[in-house]
């Protein structure tokens, strides 16, 4: 693939700057699943407006579903300062939403304990990303800068009955703006820097409104230019740069009302410098040989910087039809993807060539769902549909090892390898909702599904030398060709009591399935390693909640029992060209854990925001030497489950001023902690426990028209990492040892002005 152009102008320099400066500290209102509704809705009394969700792919109010659901809507987006979802990945109960750090925007997400900690293209999520109702079928491009976004909902634990397979742990919803009644029209500026790195500016842009009687459109356009966030000691200058831009334009059409045509269309690409590798003294007790860090700094010396460069296209188009059964809508929604992406990384982590990986991966994916909700006699209210998936990729990976025995030429060894990964899946769902009498509702569901997969892949570990690209060419030898296919049946079944018409409490058993596949990186020498295929996953969920709305607020808790059979994980070990990653099905585990979160009107004009999440993960049956100690015993069942933090729990709050006629202001301050975790499977790897602090002030005029804001994020300048890779004690001969850790953004803070039009 061609490197992408980076443009050197930005597009609404001059209009943000015409447009005015503003000032707003953003506390990062913890994971609240109540938001304003109302745009009149200000402050404090605007978070105790209801959000309304499409959780079960129906518009309704966020506590008259009975799942675990936490959603913030257009107005709590903006006040949180939400740039990508790894803004929220600390305050909701037993939620980590990470960037692994490798290669920008891969998600590494993890909801209740079952999460991944992987880069490698084609490993299917646990926690399914959702756009406009469209699925992403790769992990690679999911964490990518928002703006003019509808609503979020992160929806805990398996929904596969309505959404399909690799939504073991949960699923994360996003929904864009469409065009109002009414023209609205926003310019919005932002600046922010930190201890070390640079300027990071934002442009940010929307228009839209009624173009006709039926017809109406939304332009949207954003830029973001990073100057870096770090220091690299290899030669003192700032690190992390980033430029993104994008378009996305929306147009719809209601010749009637009864039917209404949605069509979306989003460019996004992004141009960047690599990861922040930091090496500090690995899990074996071994530095980095070269140079070695504290892991609680931000500092790093790397003599590669890398780059990161993607271009998206994204196409979704969306038909809801009325009819007259049920009294019911018919919606049918297509979806077209296309990611490129190629990326240098110093995974060695050192201030000499040792281990440097450029890689290439192309994605292109169409996505179909039809399905119908209506309801009968007014007790019957039922969903049904069918999903049809097809993602082909393409993924090629070097690595160029030891160049410092070439006095930084050349690479003295290299490794190509990758493949061509097809996927293609139908399934047929249906849910009834069935009010038995006005206290009690009962569910069932169920989804069936069939997957195939067919793959070609060539091993690294097989070319050394050879002058190939699977993605851009020539290509390289395929020594691993096979295909397979798997089906499955996904149930619900459930029921809701509503103790009055403010509370409610419910309980379901579900089943949820992540798919089984291939890896396509293999660095193993040993020929019994091969590159799959492991099994599929299976995940059984019960669940109990309750909801609550009062007069001080809200209050909802649950408490749930997972198992999960033939668990898939990504073994990581350190190798003779650097890493080893199996994907095997290594074990059968149980989660149990409990969630509260509320929110509390302490007095008008002062809101309380709390979150608490408790999981207790263990393993039940290991069929894998996960320690490396040579034996399948209790040791192996001791460990801890990557990516599964014990505790996780927030405290915010927002407090309303008046400040004379022009306006009002609203003060933030949350405090959010998430525990320590393991990241490898052997527990050498680990990722710390990560303590946030985040504030803000918004100044907002009583004309609607202007928001000044000042925000601070992770206030006490807390490193964190993306991953914790564990390299081996050396390559080719020459020392190396330490990890590879991508860096997390410290100690930001900013200002951001909004103008409103309208």
């Known amino acids: 693939m061609n490197r992408l152009p980076v443009s050197t102008q930005n597009p609404f320099r001059v209009l943000t700057m015409t447009g005015s400066v503003a000032l707003a500290i953003g506390l990062m209102a913890s994971g609240t699943n109540v938001a304003a509704q109302e745009s009149g809705a200000r402050g404090s009394s605007a978070l105790l407006e ?37 803004s929220l990945k600390v305050g909701m109960p037993n939620v980590s939403l990470e960037d692994v750090g490798t290669t920008r925007g891969t998600a590494n997400f993890s909801i209740r304990g079952i999460g991944i900690n992987s880069s490698i293209p084609g490993i299917d999520p646990t926690v399914g990303v959702f756009v406009n109702g469209v699925y992403l079928g790769v992990n690679n491009g999911v964490v990518f800068d928002l703006f003019d976004l509808e609503s979020i909902e992160v929806l805990r634990g398996p929904q596969g009955t309505l959404f399909g397979r690799n939504v073991t742990g949960g699923a994360i919803l996003m929904n864009t703006k469409k065009p109002g009644e009414e023209l609205d029209a926003t310019l919005r500026y932002a600046l922010d820097t930190g201890k070390d790195g640079g300027l990071n500016a934002y442009y940010m842009g929307s228009v839209g409104g009624p173009i006709t009687d039926t017809f109406g459109g939304r332009l949207v356009v954003y830029y973001n230019d990073d100057e870096g966030k770090w220091e690299n000691q290899f030669n003192g200058e700032d690190f992390g740069e980033i430029e993104q831009r994008m378009a996305r334009g929306t147009l719809t059409w209601t010749p009637g009302d009864s039917t209404d045509l949605t069509l979306v269309y989003e460019y996004n690409d992004t141009d960047g410098q690599g990861p922040a590798s930091q090496t500090h003294t690995n899990g074996s007790g071994v530095p980095g040989a070269s140079v070695n860090f504290d892991r609680d700094s931000f500092d790093f010396s790397i003599d590669e910087e ?62 179909f769902e039809l399905r119908y909700n209506g309801l009968f006699g007014d007790k019957a209210n039922i969903t049904a549909g069918v999903f049809y998936f097809d993602n082909d990729i393409n993924y090629h990976e070097r690595r160029e090892l030891v160049g410092v025995a070439t006095g930084g030429v050349a690479p003295a060894a290299q490794f190509d390898g990758g493949g061509l990964f097809d996927t293609e899946s139908y399934s047929v769902f249906a849910q009834i909702d069935y009010d038995l009498s006005d206290a009690w509702t009962l569910t069932a569901g169920i989804n069936y599904s069939t997957e195939d997969k067919e793959v070609e892949l060539a091993s690294l570990s097989a070319d050394i030398g050879t002058v190939c690209n699977v993605v851009t060419g020539p290509s390289c030898n395929f020594d691993f060709v096979d295909d397979e296919s798997w089906d499955n049946w996904a149930p619900k079944l459930g029921a809701t009591y509503n103790i009055n018409d403010a509370s409610r409490l419910y309980g379901h058993w579900t089943v949820g399935y992540r798919s089984g596949g291939y890896n396509m990186r293999n660095t193993s020498f040993d020929p019994r390693d091969t590159p799959g295929p492991f099994d599929e996953e299976e995940v059984n969920n019960f669940e109990i909640g309750y909801k609550s709305t009062h007069d001080w607020g809200r209050l909802n808790a649950a408490v749930f029992y997972t198992t999960i ?38 007095t008008d004009d002062l809101l309380m925001i709390a979150s608490l999440g408790y999981i207790k993960a263990e393993y039940d049956t290991v069929r894998f030497d996960l320690n490396g100690d040579g034996v399948i015993n209790g040791v192996d069942e001791g460990l801890d489950i990557p990516r599964a933090p014990e505790l996780t729990y927030s405290l915010g709050l927002v407090h309303d001023l008046d400040i004379g006629s022009w306006g009002y202001m609203t003060s933030r301050l949350t405090y959010s902690y998430r525990d320590d975790m393991a990241y490898t499977d052997n527990n050498l790897g680990f990722i710390d426990d990560l303590t946030l602090v985040d504030a803000g002030l918004d100044f907002s005029s009583n004309d609607g028209h202007w928001i000044f804001s000042l925000y601070g994020r992770n206030l006490l300048d807390e490193a964190n990492h993306g991953g914790d890779t564990q390299l081996p004690d050396d390559i080719g001969g020459f020392p190396t040892g330490g990890t590879f850790s991508p860096l997390s953004a410290g100690l930001r803070y900013g200002l951001e002005i909004t103008y409103n039009f309208f």
């Open 50 to 86: 209801e959000v309304m969700v499409t959780a079960r792919k129906r518009e309704e109010g966020a506590q008259d579903v009975p799942l675990s659901v936490t959603a913030f809507n257009s107005d709590q987006i903006d006040a949180l300062k939400v740039r990508d979802l790894t």
């Open 306 to 367: 890398g780059y990161q460069e993607t271009e998206t296209n994204f196409l979704t188009l969306t038909l809801n039809q009325d009819v007259s059964l049920g009294d019911g809508t018919i919606t049918a929604i297509y979806g077209w993807r296309d990611y490129e992406g190629d990326s240098l990384s110093d995974i060695d982590a050192q201030p000499v060539w040792i281990f440097h990986a450029p890689a290439w991966l192309e994605a292109e994916q169409t996505t």
């Open 565 to 602: 059979d033939d668990q898939q994980r990504e073994i990581n070990l350190p190798g003779p060209i650097g890493t080893i990653q199996l994907v095997r099905n290594t074990a059968d585990t149980t989660i149990s854990g409990v969630e509260l979160d509320g929110t509390f009107a302490l």
